[in-house]
Structures are given as structure tokens and as C-alpha cells.
């Protein structure tokens, strides 16, 4: 299984930016699409943005597209999220997961069968 530890949350102004991290260990990520997840007080869980196994493929949120960016390092088994233009809106606990139920997947969205989840990280943004 996929251990998945997420890194890079904090407390931000509206209009700042902030990159969170995932590493991964355990079974290597090279095979499995990859996304982050956020989950506001009070809220169910939304997806953010997704990336394909190659890299070659995103998907993104309404809300993300123009200001959030997914990318991977298979070398070091990282996932980011770059943010860019936080609102306060964003305020959330940021999770990164895999899909691991199926290999080199490139179609990504919120339809991936997310199985392996990190403790999240929180980001807060103030207005």
C-alpha cells in the first residue's frame, strides 16, 4: 500500500501563495494517477485537481483552474499543488491521495477510485 505524507500548509493572506507536498513510500506511485482533495469545517470532501501516471494529463476543480497547479517528480515520488491567488475560500484541509486500484491510468477527475489518503494539511486564508 501507499503511505502518502503531506507537507507545506499554513496561514496565508488572500492573494498569497503557497505549494504543498506529498511524499510518497512504501509501493512506488509511478503507475497511479494522483490528486489532492480539500475538506472545509463543516463541509464533505471536494475534489481539487488530478494528475495522470505520466504526468501528461491534469484535471482541475472549477474553482482551481487559472490558480492551482498539479504536478509529480516520479524520481522522488512527490506530488505538489502549486496555489496561487488563495481566497479565503480555500481555507481547507488539503489531502493528497492515490489511485491505486488501476494502473497507468491518463483520464483523470474526480471519478478516480481513491484508496490511499495522507493525514492532510491545513491551509487557513485570511481575508
Known amino acids: 500500500q501507499v503511505q502518502l505524507v503531506e507537507s507545506g500548509g499554513g496561514l496565508v493572506q488572500a492573494g498569497d501563495s503557497l505549494r504543498l507536498s506529498c511524499q510518497a513510500s512504501?509501493?512506488?506511485?509511478?503507475?497511479?494517477?494522483m490528486g489532492w482533495i480539500r475538506q472545509a469545517p463543516g463541509k464533505v470532501r471536494e475534489f481539487v485537481a488530478a494528475?495522470?501516471?505520466?504526468?501528461?494529463?491534469?484535471s482541475y476543480a472549477d474553482s482551481a483552474k487559472g490558480r492551482f497547479t498539479i504536478s509529480r517528480d516520479n524520481v522522488k515520488q512527490k506530488v505538489y499543488l502549486q496555489m496561487d491567488r488563495l481566497r479565503p475560500e480555500d481555507t481547507a484541509v488539503y489531502y493528497c491521495?492515490?489511485?491505486?486500484?488501476?494502473?497507468?491510468?491518463?483520464?483523470?477527475?474526480?471519478?478516480?477510485?481513491?484508496?490511499?489518503w495522507g493525514q492532510g494539511t491545513q491551509v487557513t486564508v485570511s481575508s
Open positions: 491521495a492515490a489511485d491505486s486500484t488501476r494502473y497507468s491510468v491518463e483520464t483523470v477527475g474526480p471519478n478516480l477510485q481513491f484508496d490511499s
Open positions: 512504501g509501493l512506488t506511485i509511478n503507475w497511479f494517477a
Open positions: 494528475i495522470s501516471w505520466s504526468g501528461g494529463r491534469t
